[in-house]
């Protein structure tokens, strides 16, 4: 049974990047942190938790998501893990051939050793007592003041790309083609970069990165010898009691260090009947995954193409809500939302359909979620964006990044935006767009 009592850290910082650097000796852990962000700096509706970090698995499921919820009704317990955008072939008739150069598992959820918790007022650990006693557990804290917090130089490091500049183009004049035929409305085009025969910290490379891009939803995961490094600004989806949440993001902008150029681009974004156009026609796309598992007339809109700002874009974000049914659980909203329309497109399975065609790698947890599961049910995911996955065996590190393409995109500006959410990565690897 899991036991919880207070700690009181004297550095938080300090002790994230520990526990952050604790990972290196445990198979598996997933960090979650918030930043500090509020709702007056972000978003409508900010997590439950600002911290959570799981550190050593007791047991896990993995791969298959019809075994989730069986796994979570066992354990009745906190689960931490992440569901890969290839998922989608277990929801729907999809295949995912591409190539995948990192390998992460479909799905892993994994029940926590050592679980820590913070709400921004106070610190909590939970710990399982048929494992573990209070005094064991606070040994294992004293010992992280003794782990070293190593930085690694980032140097001469060469980025490649798996999509050229002018392939890129081409493969949007086929998007385009397909919309302009009424086969979609919205595509959700991305493609990736990647560095061979790379020796990294990932702990370190994840504090760089939350360094450089604050972000609400940012993630970390060791499974073994795969690492993913988040610096996501999107929720997926959340289950707090009978409630849910989802908050896409569609709809970007650059930021300047010039107040007057940086407020003009903001300005922009909230008028740009292009960018809002993606932004509702996902929006609406979520109005109906919802509805599926709702009850009915509790779908709502709470804020539509809400305007926010972050380290390196304003992005336009907008909420929508609803009561999830009696008849329904927490799993069957998951598997009737997932993969999130805003890496997808509409209608969604075309769309599904018509990336596999034109993307040319396997996303794997890019466009996924990461996240948690309460012992009540309640959940908190993430959409797997501006993030870094890493294979230490293979010494490989990958990032995608990608935009949503309408009847009204210029294949060049959607480039352009592409490399400007890849800037934030490249400011962590030393490397110039």
């Known amino acids: 049974m899991r036991q919880y009592f207070e700690i009181h850290p004297n550095d938080e910082q300090l002790f994230k990047q520990q526990l952050c650097q604790a990972s290196r000796n445990e198979g598996t852990a997933v960090i979650l942190d918030g930043n500090g962000f509020k709702a007056s700096d972000c978003i409508e509706t900010t997590n439950n938790y600002d911290f959570i970090a799981g550190l050593q698995s007791v047991d896990s499921c993995s791969d298959d998501i019809e075994k989730l919820g069986a796994f979570h009704d066992e354990c009745q317990d906190w689960l931490l893990g992440f569901l890969a955008y290839d998922v989608k072939n277990q929801l729907e008739d999809l295949v995912s ?135 996501s600004p999107e929720r997926y989806l959340k289950k707090e009691g009978s409630q849910l949440i989802s908050q896409p993001i569609k709809g970007t902008s650059p930021r300047d260090s010039n107040w007057f150029i940086d407020n003009s681009n903001k300005q922009y974004l909230r008028k740009s009947e292009k960018e809002q156009a993606e932004n509702i026609m996902i929006t609406d796309l979520v109005r109906n995954d919802l509805s599926r598992v709702a009850k009915r007339g509790t779908v709502k809109v709470d804020e539509l193409c809400g305007i926010y700002s972050f380290e390196q874009v304003h992005q336009m974000i907008s909420t929508v809500s609803c009561q999830l049914s009696d008849e329904r659980n927490w799993m069957d909203a998951i598997k009737t939302s997932f993969p999130m329309g805003s890496m997808t497109g509409a209608p969604k399975l075309s769309a599904m359909e018509l990336i596999e065609e034109f993307e040319c790698s396997k996303r794997g947890v890019y466009s996924g979620a990461v996240g948690y599961v309460s012992p009540e049910g309640d959940f908190d995911f993430n959409v797997v964006i501006r993030s870094i996955l890493y294979n230490r065996k293979k010494q490989c590190a990958s990032f995608m990044v990608g935009g949503a393409i309408t009847n009204q995109s210029d294949p060049q500006q959607e480039y352009d935006e592409c490399l400007l959410k890849a800037s934030a990565i490249m400011k962590v690897f030393n490397i110039k767009n």
Not at 110 to 115: E, H, V
Request: with cysteine.
């Open 97 to 231: 051939n591409n190539p995948d150069r990192i390998g992460m598992p479909d799905m892993h959820f994994f029940r926590p050793r050592y679980l820590f918790l913070n709400d921004g007022k106070s610190w909590k650990v939970g710990y399982l007592d048929e494992m573990d006693t209070k005094d064991d557990v606070l040994n294992y804290i004293q010992d992280l003041n003794h782990i070293c917090l190593v930085e690694e130089p980032l140097e001469n490091i060469k980025l490649n790309h798996q999509v050229s500049h002018q392939e890129y183009l081409q493969a949007i004049e086929k998007v385009l083609w397909h919309i302009q035929r009424g086969d979609i409305y919205e595509l959700n085009y991305c493609m990736e970069f990647f560095i061979h025969d790379v020796d990294l910290m990932p702990q370190f490379i994840y504090q760089r990165l939350k360094e450089v891009s604050p972000t609400p939803f940012s993630s970390f995961i060791k499974y073994h010898d795969k690492f993913l490094m988040g610096a």
